[in-house]
């Protein structure tokens, strides 16, 4: 079978999703061939650019190689302003790809002004046009040059992010339209959340033969009528990926200790409104197996992709430290409090925590179900900086239950302990419709489409998205202790290029 990985998403690692697939298809005897056509993708736009003859381009164009190369080596993380300045000149590659304003790409989205990717028609002509998608010379002929060596009877698409979904159905109808014998499947977390949230059989016609949602080892393998031995989880496999095009300081492993989350609690949390199951690999199992990983790939970072690394993956990673650097996703609770558990933490190779600290208001905090409290969550700031462990901090402005008072105090708690924050991500709220926070309001349209996960509602505090705009842009982002925190936020990457700050220059920010 061939797996298919499409544009666009960030060209930093290969997809953790496909590298499951492959080790579950590899463990049980069944050949397969990966196509990264994101990064593939990505080369064959910023190497094909048509010189529009200003002067940012044609700076861009002679300087390519010279930016790929500071980044992949490393010296590009030595100094902001240097990286800042070949990441948005790759990108700017990227941009004049596409000379209309029609569609726009970067390095980390995809947009087309006329058509949605959330609505299913809009998808369904995507893929009937496949010729017009702005990627469609490379896949052509990438994928006829490989069906013509061999003869695939399966071919998997997965689609995780919105920026992925109107160029993998173009790839599915050019597919479908060339090769109609051959059985299209489509995966993904963004399919996982479309058919559990909508609860729809396909929508997409004769376009893909089956749909698999959630964890899709098993699923893919029942379908190529496979026996799956009972009781082992196949290692992810990444020997199938080219590391050399990622655009990172070497080859990054994202792998992931479970799925859901094992707190599952926030009322505004996507996980929880589409119901996904919490199912934690045993930690000390999962620590050998990634150690044996590093073992054989020799990666620069791990990115550990749970939702929340538990408590006892991080007392697993600290009696068994990694032989490389990580960093993920973790609450802000009691342990990080212990100064040892933190310096453990340290020894155990960990270089950055992402924490979701949403809001400075204890009471915002409570409605929400976060199950934080705003002193810990200080502590475990001081402590991680005074170990050593870089700080990347998310902030959510306008959920239901905050008023501009509350923001007022996120801003206050951010700017009294600016010194242990080094990157901060702000996003403003986005209502999951199938959420608790749903119930109640009078909500609105937010995206068009029969596919979107998410509504627009009338604040009841009288703190819509304009206003919050308007908010996180003048007092937030423009205060003067915050304001350096935004502007070290790595553009395009941000926290998958955060860490290799920390790392390069030995300490963070
Ligand atoms: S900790 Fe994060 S992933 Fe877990 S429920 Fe809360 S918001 Fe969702």
Redesign the pocket.
């Known amino acids: 079978m061939l797996l298919i990985y499409p544009p666009i998403s960030k060209p930093c690692e290969p997809p953790i999703g496909i590298a499951r697939l492959a080790g579950a298809l590899y463990a049980n005897n069944t050949g397969f061939d990966v196509i990264d056509a994101n990064i593939e993708g990505i080369y064959w736009l910023i190497k094909n650019t048509p010189s529009l003859g200003d002067r940012w381009t044609m700076r861009a164009t002679k300087n390519l190689d010279v930016n790929i190369a500071s980044i992949k080596n490393g010296h590009a993380f030595k100094n902001m302003a240097r990286y800042k300045k070949a990441v948005y000149e790759i990108n700017r590659l990227l941009i004049v790809s596409q000379p209309g304003q029609a569609i726009k790409i970067t390095l980390t989205d995809y947009e087309d002004k006329a058509l949605s990717p959330v609505n299913s028609h809009d998808l369904i002509y995507a893929a009937c046009n496949f010729e017009k998608n702005p990627f469609y010379v490379y896949f052509s002929h990438r994928l006829k040059n490989i069906l013509e060596k061999k003869d695939y009877k399966t071919i998997g698409i997965s689609i995780n992010y919105l920026s992925q979904a109107l160029c993998g159905f173009s790839i599915i109808g050019f597919l479908r339209q060339n090769y109609p014998h051959i059985r299209i499947v489509i995966g993904g977390s963004l399919i996982t959340s479309w058919m559990g949230n909508k609860g729809l059989d396909n929508m997409f016609g004769d376009l893909v033969d089956y749909i698999i949602t959630g964890p899709g080892e098993i699923p893919l393998l029942r379908l190529l009528g496979k026996d799956i031995k009972q009781g082992i989880k196949p290692a992810p496999l990444y020997d199938v990926f080219n590391r050399d095009p990622y655009l990172s300081p070497g080859f990054i492993i994202p792998y992931n200790t479970s799925t859901?989350?094992?707190?599952?609690?926030?009322t505004?949390?996507?996980?929880?409104a589409e119901g996904n199951r919490y199912i934690q690999t045993d930690p000390l199992y999962a620590v050998h197996e990634l150690s044996d990983i590093i073992d054989h790939t020799g990666p620069c970072l791990i990115h550990l992709t749970d939702?929340?690394v538990s408590p006892a993956v991080m007392k697993a990673l600290i009696k068994n430290p990694l032989p490389a650097p990580w960093y993920g996703?973790a609450?802000a609770n009691k342990d990080l409090t212990d100064m040892d558990f933190c310096m453990g933490l340290k020894r155990s190779g960990c270089v950055m925590l992402k924490l979701?600290v949403?809001s400075g208001d204890q009471s915002v905090l409570d409605m929400m179900?976060?199950?934080i409290v705003l002193e810990d969550v200080v502590g475990a700031l001081e402590n991680l900086k005074k170990a050593g462990i870089g700080t990347y901090v998310y902030i959510l402005f306008g959920t239901p239950y905050e008023s501009k008072e509350s923001a007022r105090k996120t801003i206050d708690f951010i700017a009294k302990n600016h010194k242990n924050i080094d990157f901060i991500n702000c996003a403003i709220f986005n209502l999951p419709l199938n959420s608790p926070d749903a119930r109640g309001l009078e909500i609105r349209e937010f995206y068009k489409g029969d596919l979107s996960l998410y509504g627009d509602f009338i604040h009841p505090k009288d703190w819509g998205r304009l206003k919050v705009r308007r908010f996180i842009e003048k007092e937030f982002k423009g205060h003067p202790l915050i304001k350096p925190i935004i502007q070290r936020q790595p553009p395009f990457f941000t926290s998958n290029h955060a860490p290799f700050f920390a790392i390069s220059q030995g300490k963070v920010c």
Do not use: H, I, V
Not at 268 to 272: D, N, S, V, W
């Open positions: 859901g989350c094992y707190w599952g609690r926030c505004f949390c996507p996980e929880r939702n929340a996703f609450r979701g949403e179900n976060k199950g």
